[in-house]
């Protein structure tokens, strides 16, 4: 089953843009370091997970 069309079955909202969102977020609730998460998010400097991720740790 396509994966937005199982989303809606189950009354979830998801869209493609949320997924890496939330890994970010997953794993800076898990405690890996700000660099870390940036460089596996292929982010090269730390901004974008400072200014946008990083308000849930």
């Known amino acids: 089953m396509h ?3 199982a989303a809606k079955k189950h ?3 998801f869209t493609y843009y949320a997924m ?5 977020t997953n794993k800076l ?4 370091v700000t660099h870390v998460v940036a ?3 292929e ?6 997970i ?3 991720d990083s308000h849930v740790s």
């Open 11 to 13: 009354g979830l909202d």
């Open 3 to 5: 994966l937005p069309k």
């Open 20 to 24: 890496p969102h939330t890994n970010i």
């Open 50 to 52: 400072d200014e946008v």
């Open 29 to 32: 609730l898990a405690g890996v």
């Open 39 to 41: 460089a596996l998010a």
């Open 43 to 48: 982010h090269k400097p730390t901004r974008m």
